[in-house]
């Protein structure tokens, strides 16, 4: 257990290693007064849940790890005040939904890794603060499909202009490739998975899709 303002004294931290413990819970108030704080790792640290906005008077927080813990869910503004962190990896949590605006204002993530959860839905309005997403991997979950409500429309129709694709990796999927997918044709989106139904496209590369095979109006 953390409590409020538990490392306020040093104000001048940078640097702090919480990882392979078993904390469970982090007062909302923890990292109040340690403005210049860098790096925290809470890898496998025990942790089942975060209060949204945990991080967000750690202005200077660029490097967060968090793989290897037992989060089963996003809610919304879990990550508020991040804005100099660029990657953020689940791996070894047991996630099964991410909420609406799980990563609403936050600025600068490239990339979250979010391979082997137990994800079987993700809500509209998802990803919309992943605005300079280039690498999403949702591998090895419980996804039929995937809505493009969940991102931003700056994702969708203008994406950064230092790049021109975002990498969603949904192999290991049970990804039903009907017309509720056909979004991803459109939007500049590298796709990685295999279709899993309708019988007539089951093994069909998600990057083969094209309008005719789906048939959509």
């Not at 990685?192 to 789906?214: F, H, K, M, W, Y």
Request: aromatic letters at 8%.
């Amino acid at each position: 257990m953390i409590l409020q303002g538990a490392f306020a004294a040093h104000g001048h931290l940078q640097h702090l290693v919480l990882a392979e413990n078993n904390l469970k819970y982090i007062n909302k108030w923890a990292f109040t007064g340690v403005p210049e704080l860098h790096a925290l790792d809470l890898t496998s640290a025990g942790i089942d849940y975060l209060h949204p906005g945990t991080f967000r008077d750690a202005w200077n927080l660029a490097i967060l790890q968090l793989a290897g813990n037992s989060f089963v869910a996003l809610a919304p503004g879990t990550f508020a005040g991040l804005h100099h962190v660029e990657h953020l990896d689940f791996s070894g949590s047991q996630i099964a939904w991410v909420g609406p605006g799980a990563f609403d204002d936050t600025e600068g993530i490239l990339r979250v890794d979010m391979p082997s959860q137990q994800i079987y839905w993700i809500g509209d309005d998802a990803f919309r603060g992943l605005r300079e997403i280039e690498d999403l991997d949702l591998s090895d979950n419980h996804l039929s499909t995937l809505t493009e409500e969940a991102f931003d429309e700056h994702v969708l129709h203008s994406h950064g202009h230092h790049h021109s694709h975002i990498h969603l990796d949904l192999t290991g999927n049970p990804i039903n490739c009907d017309c509720n997918i056909a979004w991803l044709l459109a939007h500049p989106f590298s796709t990685s998975g295999t279709c899993s139904a309708p019988q007539n496209r089951i093994g069909t590369s998600l990057s083969d899709l094209t309008e005719d095979v789906l048939g959509c109006p």
